[in-house]
């Protein structure tokens, strides 16, 4: 894989994520609750929100030249998450298929327009790192596959809830 590639496979994802969003936004379904066990859309976007900025977090330190090393035991996965503001994503011990109880409740009491405005310049900022990093960094720590974990894969995940959830509501009877 290389950057030239890498980079608008990223956007597209993100575009399709978006258009998603958009319609549910248009359908004011973003704070119902119910797309993922009693989690709304908004929900699910603070998830994706949290999960931008822990790998925003790790490019910035690939060009720092500083290491990152997941957490191993859960008292260093708890201090990662108070230090941090997010899971340790990368950890044997955090779940990763799943938004994470930490974040839901974290932004729970966080208007929507905030999670929707720190999202966008998590984004711009990762976006910004893989365009300062040399291919060959990319390379050496693997980050095009840990970048597409934490961005795409998890707007993939998400828009299958939200998609998933949109059909069964529409199948209910008025």
Request: aromatic share 10%.
């Amino acid at each position: 894989m290389n950057k030239l590639i890498f980079l608008p496979r990223l956007q597209r994802e993100r575009d399709k994520f978006e258009l998603l969003l958009n319609r549910a936004g248009f359908l004011r379904q973003l704070t119902m609750a119910g797309v993922f066990p009693n989690l709304s859309i908004k929900d699910l976007l603070a998830d994706v929100l949290s999960r931008e900025q822990f790998i925003g977090d790790r490019l910035s330190e690939v060009l720092h030249g500083e290491r990152y090393a997941p957490c191993v035991s859960h008292s260093a996965l708890e201090n990662f998450q108070k230090e941090n503001g997010y899971p340790d994503y990368e950890s044997p011990l955090c779940r990763r298929e799943k938004p994470h109880p930490f974040v839901v409740e974290k932004y729970k009491n966080v208007s929507l327009d905030d999670i929707v405005e720190q999202e966008l310049a998590a984004y711009i900022n990762v976006v910004s790192a893989i365009e300062r990093l040399t291919q060959n960094q990319c390379l050496d720590y693997d980050l095009f596959h840990r970048v597409g974990e934490q961005t795409y894969k998890t707007y993939r995940r998400a828009s299958a809830e939200i998609q998933r959830w949109q059909k069964s509501i529409a199948a209910e009877p008025k």
